[in-house]
């Protein structure tokens, strides 16, 4: 029926998002405490702003590499899976960028329009940087997925998208 690694992983993964949780909870705790009404309301819109660019320029590539990776696996085609954890590192490396680029060349109207402050260009511009990161972790995490070390992905979600490199090296082997 259900073996003892299925139910260790299941409970993992909810104590984990549990954990995101209530780590997300903390930080608008501290947030709200620490900061103002003005700084709550930039942080929305710039995280309202980049979610939008996320979903408006995103391939969902996490997706796609896990279904070929899965697909080349299991016809015996190593050199499917290669291609698919290259195709999407290269194609998030891009997007990432794209999102820098937009963000680094906006940022002085954002900080204007948006933030209401013409001296926010610095902030904006940190959050470009927040953003090629977080690009750049969908397929390493999708990599994770795809060989099934779910431990991982969840406890990725609990430390506030923070990736572990712990496992590059295996990453690296499968592309050369």
Do not use: H
């Not at 080349?72 to 050199?79: K, Q, R, S």
């Amino acid at each position: 029926m259900i073996d003892k690694k299925f139910k260790s992983d299941i409970s993992f993964g909810y104590v984990a998002q549990g954990g995101g949780a209530l780590a997300g909870l903390l930080f608008m705790l501290m947030v709200t405490r620490y900061g103002s009404v003005d700084t709550y309301g930039a942080l929305m819109l710039l995280v309202s702003v980049s979610s939008v660019m996320g979903n408006l320029i995103s391939f969902r590539t996490n997706e796609s590499l896990v279904a070929f990776y899965k697909q080349g696996e299991t016809a015996g085609d190593l050199g499917r899976c290669k291609f698919a954890i290259i195709f999407g590192m290269t194609l998030d490396l891009l997007v990432g960028l794209v999102l820098l680029a937009i963000l680094l060349s906006a940022s002085d109207l954002i900080a204007r329009t948006l933030l209401k402050d013409g001296n926010a260009s610095m902030t904006v511009q940190l959050f470009g940087l927040v953003m090629l990161a977080i690009a750049l972790k969908s397929s390493p995490l999708a990599f994770l997925q795809a060989t099934e070390r779910m431990k991982w992905v969840n406890d990725d979600g609990s430390l506030g998208d923070v990736l572990d490199f712990d496992d590059m090296p295996s990453l690296l082997k499968k592309i050369a």
